[in-house]
């Protein structure tokens, strides 16, 4: 069980065009969802937090404009990155939240690359 | 402040015991959690222990918490190769569900 799903695992696409990347949680309902960004040999950086219905809380350095997201259902958020430029390029990973635990399971990731 | 912190590399034998350390800042977690990463992969949700907890053993896996110092240690008994990766350990701040992580500790195991 609680098993979350990306797409695309990986895209490249080029400069000034938009990409969107799915989350879904596949075997449980989850209210809130993560993104993250993580940078080669680096942590986790926690771009946002999407509550299903609700506008995403984005964290300080983020920016709304550029990093879109929608959870418009209990089983999927996405992530429109606008107008891409080459240092978008990143990994990108969702998470859901599940269980009186709070604990987060992570989708396996969508490598971007901008050229 | 808010960092959580590891050590950033460990390397060992096959067959030895592995073990990751983590500090973690915030007194009042419910719930700490180790994650794993292999290479291009999300992350993979090892273990998890509460914080009225000093020790939980999955398997070969055994997590130790020291509340009074905020420590929280991973060992790996019986390292195959197959457990080569990062290793990150997480904290919650402010509230539910907001994670923080350390910065992983690669663990390389050698034949």
């Known amino acids: 069980g609680a098993v979350v799903s990306q797409h695309p695992s990986r895209v490249i696409c080029k400069s000034g065009t938009s990409v969107k990347i799915e989350c879904r949680s596949l075997?449980?309902?989850?209210?809130?969802m993560f993104w993250y960004r993580q940078f080669p040999k680096q942590s986790l950086m926690l771009m946002a937090t999407?509550?299903?219905?609700?506008?995403?809380?984005?964290e300080q350095g983020v920016e709304k404009d550029k990093f879109l997201i929608n959870h418009a259902s209990l089983t999927l958020s996405t992530l429109t990155v606008t107008s891409a430029h080459p240092e978008d390029s990143s990994f990108y990973i969702c998470?859901?939240?599940?269980?009186?635990?709070?604990?987060?399971?992570f989708g396996p990731g969508t490598r971007l690359l901008v050229l | 402040g808010e960092d959580v912190e590891q050590s950033l590399f460990l390397s060992v034998r096959e067959g030895d015991s592995s073990v990751i350390n983590c500090t973690y800042t915030?007194?009042?977690?419910?719930?700490l959690y180790w994650y794993k990463q292999e290479p291009g992969a999300g992350l993979q949700l090892l273990t998890y222990?509460?914080?009225?907890?000093d020790m939980k053993q999955d398997q070969r896996l055994t997590v130790l918490l020291n509340k009074k110092d905020k420590h929280l240690s991973l060992r790996i008994a019986d390292t195959q190769t197959g457990d080569s990766a990062i290793y990150f350990c997480?904290?919650?701040?402010?509230?539910?569900?907001?994670?923080?992580f350390g910065k992983g500790t690669m663990l390389l195991v050698s034949p």
């Open positions: 998470s859901a939240g599940a269980g009186s635990t709070g604990t987060q399971y």
């Open positions: 075997d449980f309902q989850a209210t809130t």
């Open positions: 999407s509550n299903e219905g609700s506008k995403a809380t984005y």
């Open positions: 915030d007194s009042s977690s419910t719930y």
């Open positions: 222990i509460f914080s009225n907890m």
């Open positions: 997480a904290e919650p701040l402010g509230g539910y569900s907001t994670l923080t």
